[in-house]
């Protein structure tokens, strides 16, 4: 994972999501992430950055869980013939599944989409990696 690939895919949330200044922006400590390009990006949109520990799995705890729900749910259900059509269906499986029609128990059982349109105002967001 390169920095210009985690800058890339930190600019196409931005531009989707529209974050507002205070969103708090949590990742592990990987030179990619604490890089001066990546955290001058992040200070340009009003972002905080919140770092996991050193060696300390627990602090990004729903990343590690996500990680695992694809490769349970997908990766390890389907062979991919090519680096084209995993990346096709991993997207297609976040956007078009996970994000919009998964229910998760910690969001009151509603897809996250959902759970977030209906927190959206008056709350401090939060984006993990």
Do not use: W
């Not at 529209?18 to 400590?29: R, T, W």
């Not at 604490?34 to 060696?55: D, F, P, V």
């Not at 349970?72 to 029609?101: G, M, P």
């Amino acid at each position: 994972m390169t920095k210009e690939l985690v800058i890339k895919a930190l600019n196409r949330a931005i531009n989707q999501r529209k974050p507002q200044p205070g969103l708090i922006h949590h990742s592990d400590q990987g030179s990619q992430y604490a890089s001066n390009e990546y955290q001058a990006i992040l200070r340009q949109h009003g972002m905080q950055t919140s770092m996991s520990r050193k060696g300390n799995g627990y602090d990004n705890a729903c990343a590690e869980s996500f990680h695992s729900i694809i490769k349970k749910e997908l990766i390890f259900h389907e062979t991919f013939t090519t680096r084209e059509e995993a990346k096709h269906r991993i997207f297609e499986y976040i956007e078009c599944f996970y994000n919009s029609q998964r229910i998760h128990s910690a969001n009151k059982y509603m897809s996250p989409i959902a759970y977030e349109k209906l927190h959206q105002h008056g709350k401090k967001q939060s984006f993990s990696e």
